[in-house]
């Protein structure tokens, strides 16, 4: 039986084709990662809602709390 010589250019067409599938995939993995992060920040932002609305201290005082807090950190 004789060996099939593979050329050049069919390594270079199968390392392309080999590119695009990681690249496809990688785009596929960063938008699922960019939904989730999405995700998990609607759910931080809604938590943050509740725990304010169910609480008695105004805006003003929140703000007031977590910039001295930022502060005392520098």
């Given at each position: ?7 050049l250019e069919?390594k270079i067409?199968k390392a ?9 995939k990688?785009d596929?993995?960063?938008?699922e990662?960019?939904k989730?992060?999405t ?6 932002d809604?938590?943050?809602?509740e725990?304010?609305?169910?609480g008695?201290k105004?805006a003003d005082?929140?703000i007031?709390?977590?910039r ?7």
């Amino acid at each position: 039986m004789a060996r099939r010589v593979i050329t050049l250019e069919e390594k270079i067409e199968k390392a392309q084709a080999a590119v695009l599938a990681a690249k496809n995939k990688y785009d596929a993995a960063l938008d699922e990662l960019e939904k989730l992060v999405t995700k998990r920040k609607q759910l931080e932002d809604k938590k943050l809602l509740e725990a304010y609305h169910a609480g008695d201290k105004t805006a003003d005082e929140i703000i007031e709390f977590i910039r001295s807090g930022a502060q005392k950190k520098e």
